[in-house]
């Protein structure tokens, strides 16, 4: 499912505008982006966890030479889905 499928489904279930709705999702990723940018936990229960976690330093191949180069750390987001979200998939 693409971006405009969803907006079309949730526009559905909410008799909105498909307009509406889709400035209605914006909103909401760009508050969970910037809420997990400065490193607040954005918690939806029965969904899940968006957070900010910290990858270490390490050590990779260029694949192309086989020379080894050094990957700094680096900051990334991460989710953790809730319990009734994987109980719904398994």
């Known amino acids: 499912m693409n971006k405009a499928e969803l907006i079309e489904k949730i526009a559905k279930n909410t008799d909105q505008t498909k307009a509406q ?5 914006d909103a909401t990723m760009d508050i ?11 918690k ?10 910290k990858r270490k330093a ?5 694949p192309q030479t086989g020379k080894e ?9 991460k989710f953790r ?7 719904l998939v398994r």
């Open 44 to 53: 939806l229960v029965g969904f899940g966890t968006f957070t900010k976690a």
């Open 21 to 25: 709705t889709e400035r209605m999702l």
């Open 58 to 62: 390490r050590k990779g191949r260029n």
């Open 32 to 42: 969970i982006r910037k809420a997990v940018k400065k490193g607040d936990e954005v």
């Open 69 to 77: 180069i050094k990957i700094p750390a680096a900051w990334y987001p």
């Open 81 to 87: 889905p809730g319990s009734e979200f994987k109980a």
